[in-house]
């Protein structure tokens, strides 16, 4: 079983919380892959760079100044951050943008109605060299950033969508358990009551959960794609807090597991 | 034989002579490896974030705000941009610092009468990794950042100093020539005039051009250096500019080539 985790910008700016997550992902068997997201670190360099943070429907616009800073702070300080805390915990950790190796290729986004600059969508995953990397023994750390060839350029990617594509990808060769760690407890029926987990969900359940207003709203963007990952192969989607990543991935006991069949 | 190639801030920081290195590098045969400088892009992004360049007996000290600065600058922006650019020449760079696969470890150096803060004397250097990234064709480009497993930390490195520490390495694997470009064409007998280039060197006339004072001050320290990796293996040190790339290393009609025997 290959894992493939994604955190995000909650887990990298805490430090406590970033060091224990660490120690627990170092702790878990190989295969394994991590794609982490940014954090507010970007957005604190921007504005000391006098970089303006513009942001669109919820969305960050990336323009060549912010492209720059995510290159930085992304791919640099939090990539390499995470590589030397996990070398230190004797997980061999390599750091990597979709552009080394040329393993993420992507297209800037267009055709929209907002124009979100150096924002990538994934066109490829060059899933045989990730493959080579595992076979010896290297923990693939992601940044959330791909490599479009058409621009010779980095483009800012979301962290969730790059973890799915790359959990897909690899669905051809491993059994892949796709793990999104984020601020709840897993997919809940009350979003107020972390004692309200899910803790298995199928096509069915889902659908009934939906029906009877369980699940609503921003979780079902979320759970879509989940389920669109299963129908592209994974094998299981786990969504658990960061804190519980030992008990959710290796012993089921937390988060919520995410399944086409029982 | 395996390249090794070292450029510094000069190249880095020009955006054609960058341009047009990269297209010559992208050109030379596999095996090759790139290890690049810092370039004044981190004194600038330190400028803007407040942290102050302390600079003794021209070298950097490198305290903790600072190493956040060289690693997101040398180990993000620089490092993924030449990524970038030399994948978008069909040249599949992988970006690495020391610290990515375990490949480079480093101690902080101690026991000067400055402290230099985070900076690294590198330990050992696991030519292994290396060995199986350039067997599936991938081409190595290395910031000058290393990683001491004590401090679990990033450290700021020298990039001669790493790129002859690989170059060293891998004397066990190939025939290494381990290139320095830099500011002049070669190793001059008037360092004013490009055109007394010294196509070749021994140690009979090293020590030749030192007695008669042709060859002085700061380029003895490099040569020391130069020759120092050839009794550790290398098979020849090339010292061009960083425009000759192409006829030092492919024709042998530029630059100055340094061997222990002809």
Redesign the interface.
Known sequence: MLTVIKIGGNVVDNPTLRQQFLADFAALPLPKILVHGGGKIATQ?AV???VETVMVEGRRVTDAAML?VV???????V???L???L??LDC????L?G????IIRSKKRTGWNVDYGFVGDIESVNEE?IK?FLE?G?VPVFAP?T?D?AL???LNTNADTQAQAVAVALAKHFEVNLVYCFEKKGVLTNPEDDTTVIPELYPSTYAEHKASGAIYAGMIPKLDNAFKALHDGVKQVTICHATDLRQAVSEGTAGTRIRLTE
């Open positions: 360099v000391k760079l006098d720059d290159t930085m702070v992304y791919g640099g300080l990539n390499k951050q590589v030397a805390q070398q230190a061999n950790a390599l750091g943008t552009a080394d190796g040329g060299q080579r010896v290297l950033l490599f060839p010779a350029s980095m």
